[in-house]
């Protein structure tokens, strides 16, 4: 089994920066890209940010493009996402999610099969 872990979600006023982890622990199955959700309120969960592990290459939803960017350590077991220029239409709740296979598309939910629990982005006007 492979467990995602999130951390880093807070409160920031617009116009600020944070920075979210992943951390993907686990050796059953090997995981192949990472990725990142965000969910808000009434809203469907969509797909933010991914990194292919082998390679690095990313990807990114246009909605975050040039202010976010997603990176991963020398492990690939530890994944970042910072996020700049936060606006109020950031706030959701984040949740990472681990591949175990590489496939097209990786923004979308069906690729990840083991995600983590969340952390909460508040970002106030």
């Known amino acids: 089994q492979v467990q995602v872990t999130e951390s880093g979600g807070d409160s920031v006023q617009a116009g600020g920066s944070l920075r979210l982890f992943c951390i993907v622990s686990?050796?059953?199955?090997?995981?192949?890209?990472v990725g990142w959700f965000r969910q808000a309120p009434g809203k469907e969960r969509e797909g933010v940010a991914a990194?292919?592990?082998?390679?690095?290459?990313?990807f990114y939803a246009d909605s975050v493009k040039g202010r976010f960017t997603i990176s991963q350590d020398a492990t690939g077991n530890t994944v970042s996402l910072q996020m700049n220029s936060l606006n109020p239409e950031d706030t959701a709740m984040y949740y990472c999610?681990?591949?175990?296979?590489?496939?097209?598309?990786?923004?979308?939910?069906?690729?990840?099969?083991?995600w983590g629990r969340g952390t909460q982005v508040t970002v106030s006007s």
């Open positions: 990194i292919w592990s082998i390679g690095g290459t990313t």
């Open positions: 999610a681990a591949a175990s296979r590489a496939k097209s598309r990786p923004l979308l939910e069906s690729v990840y099969n083991y």
């Open positions: 686990g050796t059953e199955d090997r995981v192949r890209g």
